[in-house]
């Protein structure tokens, strides 16, 4: 039962609401998964600091370095928009154009989305490729959090109590790489059974990876990268046989479980396609852009 | 269309458009009454086990708690539609996770929610058994001990079968010819097992029902298909006369058989006499998938001969039905005697059909009364002899397929029969045997009948002239979105010669018309519609009568139109339906005409006389064709291209036959890929839309109806009906459009990609 | 605790008593009758509850009430005008889009949310529209015609 709630304008005015409130307190983004899990009794707050007014907390900058700051409040409608990102960042609007269904886009946050960390979500596997970060603010001040050591675990985030996300940066994306987002869902809706983003660069011959980065989905207790997978294609050729081993150390790396919409021994394999795919699809995506340069 | 007609065979708007494309509808749980109470179940946790003692007192206490109700608030009435196995409230023990315990109503829904948190129960859990196969065991645990000491409801009558002491609730043969002979001259024999999950019937409304009773009063809003039936069940299980209790069918969010049952309404009245207060019931979609009800799912064992030549000469099927808790799944179990071996003419048939009481959600008719589950194997073991014999999928069904006149599947003459034009319209407009754009495509045709429901099966119509001459029909049966108070309409307008604006029609309340079976079994336009027919004929009559005394002339000289009635051939000298209504009024009674349908036997209604040598009339004949995409890397399955060919005699109204068409093949496409309630020890582990797959406008294909009429000389103006038809077909049709791609045969239900994948890798593919 | 609140439904401002707590989805329809929005489920899937915030299409029963206040909603029971249906309206009748009706409602805000910002989509385009919205009676093809027939000025 809510008690009260709270439309502060300020992220000072929310640190501070959180710290007095405590356990009692939760923000409100978009409210798409924070209201299911109240209608089902998974968390009850008495109190409720919506995000909805603070200022500075929507919108997309580019800084002069080329540095993204993307604010907590971003819809992943408008994520999925921007013609910013589009052209900056598109691996990250295709996993944005790919979050749940239509009405979910329009009143979901990418920060929202981040701190619920629901296994098989979208936009995490894409901010990992982009080498992410949730800049985080309490009362006590403000740190940044790189998206590799945020997710903890099922649910589960590295934010403390009384510490909300302000915005996601994106250190200047490289824009010689190519990014793709792909989905894996028996139906459309789905959490992804596996999602994969891959951001990947050539070496100026065209026929050797400079520097690849898979970002998985779905997989694991957490988002992750597949490091192992990643190793393996840095400075090799670009072949088919090498896409054999990606293939068995991504299957290594992860760690499925099994439950209504697939077995885990299905993810696993499933990993392995999608991983091939995307490195094949962004791999040509690259060669095109290596031609048109 | 030899006929000119007037009103049918129009594709008019449904009577209550306007209403539903404004949202004014009202459903079950928009009924608001003065003083009105929320009500919630209390569950049982466990699968089985023997109840000890149920504390209420900590709920009671809750403010805005005014009642809580248990067995012992309830006489102990047994009920059940087929057969009277079910309480109000489990009573010694519950028999599923699920089993209802006890209810409570409060000021709100919250409050109730949070009541019902604090009843206390204990059980004493016993062993539980899940599979029907380990349930048909003699050491198996007993879902239902006293299982010989209940009583048949009216339909069951003399034919239930159980198998006294064991968990098997009916065991029923039916023999044409004699199959071990047919063996014997067959070729080859084909033997294999198929199996289907329990699917669920996701109408998007979720059961709302309002009681407001007392211990001399009962009315009932509730989303039911059935509001007869469920009058008697309510009058027997609180003992009050059928005339004290009424049921007014509120507009039904689809039902698809899931509302047939009674699910909500005996709670609420139970609060509503103990509080005193009207009380609303409403599902959650948890509730809906773990506690309400879902299909009967099947292990089939069909044996099938054939001669070298493709005839079929003998079949056998073994159909084991996965019951559940309650016997609910007697029907679809039943339906499986008569349409299982397909619609073919086979001299020898014999069909076992078992169901089985496991300690699970209970089984229920859904879409298409056990038949999905038959074709499913029939269909699919069709393409697989096809194959093995060398003969095309198309031309070995049309080479067996029924033909006027035959013995049908029940031993009976077939007529008005359609199968080949069907198979051939379908294979057609897939584009059977033209080459594929792409590899990894298939196609597949499949053939599908269903059997008109002859028993329990009775309808009966009121219709009046009111004083303006504009027309009332009286209708027991409800709307429940298929749009039957359209269809009804028209027929009663066709046959009265006056515009559909006319006549307005009262449905599905049991205090405004007589008695109606109900909305289930594609049986509404059939039987209804004949009941509507007849009862207008005898208005017709009637108005007659009084206009010959009017004009002095005699009634056979007398024709009916356009609100008048008439001199043949005279069409000056008349008197308007007002005129006549006007007189009556004043000088002679009321104009009114009744009349009545439906199916004339006993369960399982293999003839609709005993001894007749003609099949009952109504079966429904069609044709179903899909093309598909297989992935072999993930398994995925889409369905591109979509035919469904129906026979349905006469489309009273095509844009509700269309729409019908259009919805079922795409719930047999889901039945196909998607569906099925994972169990793990008796829980259901994805009640939520989440979890368990139906699909979005993002996966169906292109959707091709197809209507064909072959009038039927007993069905109203020649229509059959459509209903439940074009879920059929589609599963089987998947598989074998599967095999047509790639090559494996996959024999159990749903075609998940895993399946596919792991048929696949064993292939070698 | 309770608190007066304006919020403006379809085109008028209305005054409700609202709780911390309440849903968009419960207040339309307990406190304004405004049933047309209808609940299908809890876990946001089925969209029986769609209305439209502002211009998008959204689950209401995922929309705090308090939260909607400054923001134009848009109910089914809104598009009628002067007893004159919205062209969606009349292409829903006209193709016989719906038949239990529970979702109609819905389906319908999709439609229009979706032609109010596209003008003239693909049929692509208007399957995605209606990816957060289930219906069980039609397969969904006739609500794809007619959404598509009333985007061409068909109706």
């Known amino acids: 039962m809510i008690a009260d709630y709270f439309e502060p304008e300020s992220i000072s005015e929310v640190v501070s609401l959180l710290d007095r409130f405590g356990d009692d307190g939760c923000v409100v983004g978009g409210g798409q998964s924070l209201l299911v899990m109240m209608r089902h009794g998974l968390v009850s707050p008495r109190y409720l600091v919506s995000l909805k007014k603070v200022a500075g907390l929507s919108g997309i900058q580019e800084s002069p370095d080329g540095d993204l700051t993307i604010g907590a409040m971003t819809t992943h409608r408008d994520v999925h928009r921007s013609s910013l990102l589009q052209r900056r960042t598109p691996v990250l609007c295709q996993a944005a154009a790919k979050v749940g269904s239509t009405p979910i886009r329009n009143l979901g946050t990418i920060a929202g989305n981040i701190c619920h960390n629901e296994l098989g979500g979208d936009p995490p596997g894409a901010l990992l490729v982009l080498d992410s970060r949730a800049v985080c603010v309490s009362v006590t001040g403000e740190r940044n959090v790189p998206l590799a050591q945020f997710f903890t675990g099922y649910f589960e985030t590295a934010l403390r109590p009384g510490e909300v996300v302000k915005a996601i940066e994106i250190p200047s994306p490289p824009s010689d790489m190519a990014g793709i987002y792909l989905k894996h869902v028996i139906r459309s809706g789905d959490l992804a059974i596996v999602g994969v983003a891959v951001l990947l660069g050539l070496e100026s011959d065209g026929k050797h990876y400079r520097e690849v980065r898979i970002g998985l989905g779905g997989v694991a207790p957490v988002p992750l990268r597949a490091h192992k997978a990643e190793a393996i294609l840095r400075g090799n050729e670009i072949s088919d046989g090498v896409l054999k081993n990606v293939a068995e150390a991504v299957m290594s790396e992860v760690d499925p479980i099994t439950d209504a919409h697939g077995t885990a021994e299905y993810r696993r394999k499933m990993v392995a396609v999608f991983v091939k795919r995307a490195i094949r699809q962004a791999t040509e995506m690259a060669l095109q852009k290596g031609k048109n340069s | ?765 | 605790m309770k608190r007066p609140t304006k919020l403006r439904v379809n085109g008028q401002d209305v005054e409700v008593w609202i709780e911390p707590d309440d849903l968009l989805l419960d207040v339309l329809r307990e406190k304004l009758g405004l049933t047309g929005a209808r609940r299908g489920c809890e876990t946001s899937y089925c969209g029986a509850c769609s209305v439209i915030l502002e211009d998008k299409l959204v689950h209401s029963c995922l929309v705090l009430a308090w939260s909607a206040i400054g923001q134009e909603i848009t109910t089914i029971e809104g598009l009628e005008v002067g007893g004159k249906l919205h062209p969606l309206q009349e292409a829903f009748i006209q193709y016989g889009a719906f038949q239990c009706g529970y979702c109609t409602p819905a389906m319908i805000l999709a439609g229009k949310a979706l032609l109010d910002e596209n003008p003239h989509p693909t049929e692509e385009e208007v399957k995605k529209s209606l990816d957060g919205n289930l219906c069980r009676c039609t397969g969904y093809q006739r609500i794809i015609q007619a959404i598509s027939a009333a985007a061409a000025g068909k109706i």
């Not at chain 2, 003692?53 to 403010?63: F, G, N, Q, T």
């Not at chain 2, 599979?131 to 069951?156: C, I, K, N, Q, W």
């Not at chain 2, 008719?365 to 499913?376: I, S, Y």
């Not at chain 2, 208005?539 to 009634?555: D, P, T, Y």
């Open chain 2, 1 to 765: 269309m030899e006929q000119e007609f007037k009103v049918i065979g129009y594709p008019i708007p449904r009577l209550d458009s306007r209403e539903i494309v404004t949202g004014k509808v009202t459903f079950g749980v928009d009924v608001a009454l003065p003083g009105m109470l929320f009500g919630k179940v209390v569950r049982s946790p466990i699968p089985h086990g023997r109840i000890l003692s149920i504390d209420v007192s900590e709920a009671e206490r809750l403010p805005g708690v005014v009642a809580v109700v248990t067995a012992k608030d309830v006489l102990g009435n047994r009920f059940g539609f087929a057969l009277k196995d079910e309480t109000v409230f489990a009573v010694d023990k519950v028999r599923y996770i699920g089993d209802a315990v006890a209810a409570v109503a409060a000021s709100d829904e919250k409050t109730a929610e949070k009541a019902a948190g604090l009843i206390r129960v204990e059980y004493d859990e016993l062993p539980a058994v899940f599979d029907p196969v380990e349930a048909m065991r003699g050491d198996a645990p007993l879902v239902h001990p006293a299982m010989s000491t209940y009583e048949t409801a009216r339909l069951l009558k003399g034919a239930w079968k159980p198998v006294s002491g064991s968990n098997i609730v009916h065991r029923a043969e039916f023999a044409k010819g004699d199959v071990e002979k047919g063996f014997k001259e067959a070729d080859l024999i084909f033997e294999d097992i198929f199996t289907t999950s329990q699917i669920h019937h996701c109408y998007i409304e979720p059961h709302a029902v309002v009681a407001k009773a007392d211990f001399e009063r009962i009315t009932v809003w509730s989303c039911t298909q059935q509001p007869f039936p469920l009058r008697s069940c309510l009058a027997g299980i609180f003992g009050l006369p059928e005339s004290k209790v009424r049921v007014i069918s509120t507009k039904v969010g689809g039902g698809f058989g899931g509302k047939i049952a009674p699910r909500l309404e005996p709670y609420a009245v139970a609060l509503s006499m103990k509080s005193g207060r009207p009380v609303k019931m409403v599902m959650t979609r948890i509730e809906e998938f773990s506690a309400s009800a879902g299909s009967a799912p099947a292990i089939t064992t069909i044996k099938t001969g054939v001669r070298n030549d493709g005839r079929l000469v003998a079949r056998e099927m073994i159909l084991v039905y996965d019951g559940g808790a309650y016997a609910e799944g007697l029907p679809p179990s039943n339906r499986a005697l008569k349409d299982s071996s397909g619609p073919y003419n086979i001299p020898h048939i014999k069909i076992i059909s078992t169901l089985v009481y496991t300690n699970k959600l209970r089984a229920t008719p859904l879409r298409g009364l056990g038949v999905p589950e038959a074709m499913w194997a029939v269909e699919s073991q069709m393409d697989m002899i096809a194959r093995k014999l060398g003969v095309d999928p198309v031309e070995f069904r049309l080479m067996n397929a029924l033909d006027e006149g035959d013995i049908g599947p029940t031993g009976e003459v077939v007529r008005s029969v359609s199968v080949k034009s069907c198979l051939r319209k379908a294979a057609d407009a897939i584009g059977w045997g033209a080459s594929k754009d792409r590899p990894l495509r298939g196609r597949a045709v499949v053939a599908i009948h269903k059997s008109p429901t002859t028993y329990g099966s009775m309808s009966g119509v009121v219709v009046s002239v009111n004083e303006d001459g504009s027309i009332g029909l009286f209708v027991g049966a409800s709307d429940i979105g298929q749009g039957s108070d359209t269809v009804l309409a028209q027929i009663a307008a066709e046959e009265l010669g006056v515009s559909l604006n006319e006549v307005s029609i009262t449905s599905g309340d049991t205090a405004s018309s007589p008695f109606d079976q109900g909305t289930f079994s594609s049986r509404v336009t059939l039987y209804t519609g004949t009941a509507v027919r007849n009862a207008v004929q005898d208005v017709k009559k009637r108005l007659k009568e009084i206009a010959s005394r009017m004009l002095e002339v005699s009634e056979d000289d007398l024709d009916v139109g356009s609100k008048c009635v008439f001199v043949a051939g005279v069409p000056e000298k008349r008197v308007s339906f007002q005129d006549i209504a006007a007189h009556c009024h004043t000088y002679e009674g009321v104009i009114l005409g009744k009349g009545w349908a439906g199916g004339q036997g006993d369960w399982p209604g293999l003839a609709h006389r005993k001894g007749a040598k003609e099949a009952a009339p109504g079966w429904k004949y069609g044709a179903q064709a899909v093309e598909v995409e297989v992935e072999p890397e993930t398994g995925i399955v889409r369905v591109l291209k979509l035919v469904s060919v129906h026979d349905v005699g006469r489309a009273i109204n095509p844009l509700a036959v269309k729409g019908q068409i259009e919805g079922g093949a795409i719930m047999g496409m889901s039945f196909g890929l998607f569906e099925e309630l994972v169990y793990d020890q008796g829980k259901i582990l994805n009640p939520t839309f989440m979890d368990y797959k139906i699909p979005t406008a993002m996966e169906i294909p292109v959707i091709i109806p197809i209507v064909v009429e072959q009038p039927l000389p007993q069905g109203p103006f020649g229509a059959k009906g459509i209903g439940e038809l074009s879920i059929l077909g589609i599963a089987p049709a998947i598989a074998n459009a599967i095999y047509d791609a790639v090559g494996v045969r996959i024999k159990d239900l749903p075609l998940k990609p895993e399946r596919i994948l792991a048929a696949l890798e064993e292939k070698g593919g």
